[in-house]
């Protein structure tokens, strides 16, 4: 009767380790895989909040440099103006230009 116990007693390991994996080892691998999306969705998250942040902060550049383009070009057209009613006569328009591109030059180094 002993050698029939040990004959079943590998017979029933190696049926075992056919048939899958045990309950235990299901819900450990599914806890384990829970944790590892948690921590994936977490992380694709914050990138998309990253992105729309760094999104939003790109928007508000470009509108702050073309309403400082505007400004510029105003201040420009203000200037010439300007000019010519102290000098009582036009300025030619190579001078104009010439005149408007030194200052925004010297503004651009400003900032």
Request: hydrophobic residues 50%; charged residues 25%; glycine residues 6%.
């Amino acid at each position: 009767m002993v050698s029939a116990v040990r004959e079943r007693g590998p017979a029933t390991a190696a049926a075992r380790r056919g048939r899958g994996f045990t309950l235990l080892e299901v819900l450990a691998a599914v806890a384990i895989l829970a944790v590892w999306f948690i921590l994936i969705a977490g992380t694709a998250m914050q990138g998309l909040r990253a992105e729309g942040i760094s999104r939003r902060r790109l928007e508000a550049a470009m509108i702050a440099d073309q309403a400082m383009a505007e400004l510029r070009q105003q201040v420009a057209d203000l200037s010439l103006t300007i000019a010519d009613k102290v000098l009582g006569e036009a300025l030619d328009h190579t001078t104009q230009r010439r005149l408007i591109a030194e200052f925004i030059d010297e503004t651009e180094e400003l900032t």
